[in-house]
Each structure stands twice: as structure tokens, then as C-alpha cells.
Nanobody
């Protein structure tokens, strides 16, 4: 039923940029709060950025000023623009949707070389 499909991950050098996309097959997508989380081996999945149904955003301190989350409700898609990437940003990035329930995508790998 509900599907979240991430894309845009890849390998980039320090200081480079990537734009992640999450295409959501969700009825009334605009109702959902959306977010991006990331996880590295041996660590807990952690919040990166969120955007509410009203368009309000929140970021973890380590990415403020570098990452931007946005959404296009007409396309049922949420984006994460990542600039000035650092090796510490290397992780699997997961898309998250929340309304009555929480849904997760399969993740997309982001690797930043030193």
C-alpha cells in the first residue's frame, strides 16, 4: 500500500552536493509530516531533518546551514538538498512519513570521501 522510494544517493567528494528525493505513494500526501533520517553501522538511526504538513522545518545541529528539506505536494515528493558534504555525513539515508502511522523507505546510501 504505502511506499516510500528514495533516490539520489551516491558517492561524492568532501564539499560536494547531493539531492535526495523520496517519492511517496500515499493518499493525501499533504497530511503527512516528512523527514529524513540517517544511520551508520553500529549506530542508532538519527533524525536529520523534518518538514511538517504546514511546511515548518527542523534540522539536527550538525547539518544546519548545509542541508535543506523541502516538499512538493503536487508530486508527492520530499527532497533533501545536501551541500558542503563531509565524510561524517556518510550514512544510509531513510525517508520517513508520519500521520496516523509511521512509514519508512528502504534507504539510499550516501558516501562522502575524505
Amino acid at each position: 500500500q504505502v511506499q516510500l522510494v528514495e533516490s539520489g544517493g551516491g558517492l561524492v567528494q568532501t564539499g560536494g552536493s547531493l539531492r535526495l528525493s523520496c517519492a511517496a505513494s500515499i493518499s493525501i500526501f499533504s497530511n503527512y509530516a516528512m523527514g529524513w533520517y540517517r544511520q551508520t553501522p553500529g549506530k542508532q538511526r538519527a533524525l536529520v531533518a523534518t518538514i511538517t504538513s504546514g511546511g515548518f522545518t527542523n534540522y539536527v545541529d550538525s547539518v544546519k546551514g548545509r542541508f535543506t528539506i523541502s516538499r512538493d505536494n503536487a508530486k508527492n515528493t520530499v527532497y533533501l538538498q545536501m551541500n558542503s558534504l563531509k565524510p561524517e555525513d556518510t550514512a544510509v539515508y531513510y525517508c520517513r512519513a508520519q500521520y496516523a502511522r509511521i512509514y519508512w523507505g528502504q534507504g539510499t546510501q550516501v558516501t562522502v570521501s575524505s
